[in-house]
């Protein structure tokens, strides 16, 4: 099935550094939503986008609704150690359908 | 304290036999879901249903059976006809399908080993 491109796969940053990944797509969504998953959990939602050009923070995490409809960035300013982990993104389409990228899988080096 | 529950939460099974993951929410969501996460992949849909009685399937269903005979509970069977068992799986829920009404919330996932 359709998939998602989220870039980067991987990074590796110094602790108090920012971070930026994006999630792109050829198709229109109509809501994007950004989860995070620690090893061996589920993922917990913490952003949701719902119109275009939307951005929105959730403490040291900011994302954006791409105008196009077709993308989303997630940023992470000042990283901790706690924010190991892998991000994915989701969207969801016309027809209601949520489409999962792969994930981008953030290390952060001592 | 509302949430997703899944147990077990490591589950051992010989190959060729049949094992039911467990999903309860106490959300009073409409919706649930099943994901499949192998290393280094997304989450891939297995089953969803969207309301009690009624579920669809995915992008990959083959090998895989559910129920929903209540609201709460949304039961996924791993069958012997599923080729690669082994995987993390993920049950989700949500309170509808719609827009606003879709933000999933994760339970804390059951990982499968087949032997």
């Known amino acids: 099935g359709q998939q998602l491109n989220q870039s980067p796969q991987s990074m590796f940053i110094q602790e108090g550094e920012d971070v930026s990944m994006n999630c792109t797509s050829s198709s229109i969504f109509n809501t994007w939503l950004w989860y995070k998953q620690d090893p061996g959990e589920g993922p917990v939602l913490l952003i949701a986008l719902y119109k275009a050009g939307e951005l929105t923070s959730n403490g040291r995490l900011t994302a954006q609704f791409g105008i196009t409809r077709k993308d989303s960035f997630l940023n992470i300013s000042a990283s901790i150690p706690s924010d190991v982990g892998i991000y994915f993104c989701a969207g969801q389409r016309r027809d209601d359908k949520i489409i999962f990228g792969k994930g981008t899988r953030l290390h952060i080096l001592p | 304290d509302g949430g997703i529950t899944q147990s077990p939460k490591y589950l051992f099974r010989k190959e060729g036999q049949n094992v039911t993951l467990s999903c309860e929410q106490n959300?009073?969501?409409?919706?649930m879901y099943w994901y499949r996460q192998d290393p280094g992949q997304g989450l891939r849909l297995i089953y969803y249903?969207?309301?009690?009685?009624?579920?669809q399937k995915g992008d990959i269903a083959e090998g895989y059976s559910v129920s929903r005979e209540k609201k709460e509970s949304f039961p996924l069977t791993v069958t012997s006809a599923q080729k690669n068992p082994t995987a993390f799986y993920l049950c989700?829920?949500?309170?509808?399908?719609?827009?606003?009404?879709?933000?999933?919330?994760f339970g804390p996932g059951t990982r499968l080993t087949v032997l």
């Open positions: 989700a829920s949500s309170r509808g399908t719609t827009i606003i009404y879709n933000e999933q919330f």
């Open positions: 249903s969207q309301i009690v009685n009624d579920f």
């Open positions: 959300l009073n969501h409409d919706a």
